[in-house]
């Protein structure tokens, strides 16, 4: 079966400081991968897919960025955090038909 | 543009059926799911149905898709403390690489 993983579950961060949160999927090849973030009490914002290694695509200009380096490995980064960062991040997945998506535990991000 | 809504919040007692409602845009969506998000995690699919069906039953949950009125709803039969949560509407289509998310009803339930 299908696992996904990502971490840390939690980061506290200065402004100012980078970030790497990465994601792996087990038991599926050529997955679609993504991130979400949620902010407090709101919804899910969709901030990247990638349906192969090294294509990314980005739905929302920010300070952030994506990569994949490998077919099941997804990370979500920054070169200089901003206190507007802070939220619950979510990876995910789905097969290469783009349907039903599947959710990593989170991490939540607290920018100080 | 495609757009998702649900109202915010609802209460229900122990034993009692909820229902969350949830209405969409786009008619050529293919799927449209039904999430939960306990306090802390990612969310769990609960249930999905697709956009040829108008009804579809799983235990204590049963899915109602008016496509006419772009209208989804979940009932929750027997609602228990642990139905507690958040709850997310979410659309896609066949092929497609976005589902878009309603922005979750919180469910509280009152022992």
């Known amino acids: 079966s299908q696992t996904i993983h990502q971490w840390p579950a939690t980061l506290v961060q200065p402004v100012g400081s980078p970030l790497s949160l990465e994601c792996t999927v087990e038991?599926?090849?050529?997955?679609?991968l993504y991130w979400y973030r949620q902010a407090a009490g709101r919804g899910l914002q969709l901030l990247f897919y990638?349906?192969?290694?090294?294509?990314i695509s980005s739905e929302v200009p920010q300070n952030l960025s994506a990569s994949r380096p490998q077919d099941r490995q997804f990370i979500l980064s920054s070169k200089k955090l901003l206190l507007s960062d802070s939220g619950f991040y979510l990876c995910?997945?789905?097969?290469?038909?783009?349907?039903?998506?599947?959710f990593g535990e989170g991490s939540w991000l607290t920018v100080v | 543009g495609e757009d998702v809504e649900q109202s915010l919040f609802l209460s229900v007692r122990e034993g009692d059926s909820s229902v969350i409602n949830c209405t969409y845009t786009?008619?050529?969506?293919?799927?449209l799911y039904w999430y939960k998000q306990e306090p802390g995690a990612g969310l769990q699919l609960l249930t999905y149905?697709?956009?040829?069906?108008d009804m579809k039953q799983d235990q204590r949950l049963t899915v109602l898709l008016n496509k006419k009125d772009k209208h989804l709803s979940l009932r929750i039969a027997d609602t228990q403390t642990g139905d507690s949560a958040i709850y997310f509407c979410?659309?896609?289509?066949?092929?497609?690489?976005?589902?878009?998310f309603g922005a979750g009803t919180r469910l509280f339930v009152k022992a």
């Open positions: 990638s349906v192969g290694i090294g294509q």
């Open positions: 038991g599926t090849s050529n997955p679609n």
């Open positions: 786009d008619s050529s969506s293919t799927y």
């Open positions: 995910a997945w789905s097969g290469n038909s783009g349907n039903t998506i599947y």
């Open positions: 149905i697709f956009s040829n069906m």
């Open positions: 979410a659309e896609s289509m066949a092929g497609g690489f976005k589902t878009i």
